[in-house]
């Protein structure tokens, strides 16, 4: 199973946007400072939505997709409720 994955940095409240054959071990790798400068700096994170794909083209279509303008208009539209909720906090 491929996934898709999205992320809200503690720090700094932006989404990241990345995809995996395996999300818990990818989303501890994050925590850890594990992978890329973006993850490295601005953690710690909390994995705010998942989908699931059969296959890793389509995961890796997914990921492109909510890292484009419009991709990022559709996907905190899907998540407006549990941003806020966050925000509140």
């Known amino acids: 199973m491929w996934y898709t994955y999205n992320l809200l940095s503690l720090k700094n409240l932006r989404i990241y946007t990345g995809s995996t ?43 492109l997709f909510y890292k484009t303008g419009y991709g990022k208009e559709v996907l905190k539209k899907k998540l407006h409720k549990t941003l806020e909720s966050i925000k509140r906090k």
């Open 21 to 63: 054959n395996d999300l818990k071990q990818r989303f501890a790798d994050h925590n850890k400072g594990i992978g890329g400068k973006y993850t490295s700096n601005n953690r710690p994170f909390k994995l705010i939505h998942y989908e699931a794909f059969l296959t890793k083209t389509e995961a890796t279509e997914q990921e």
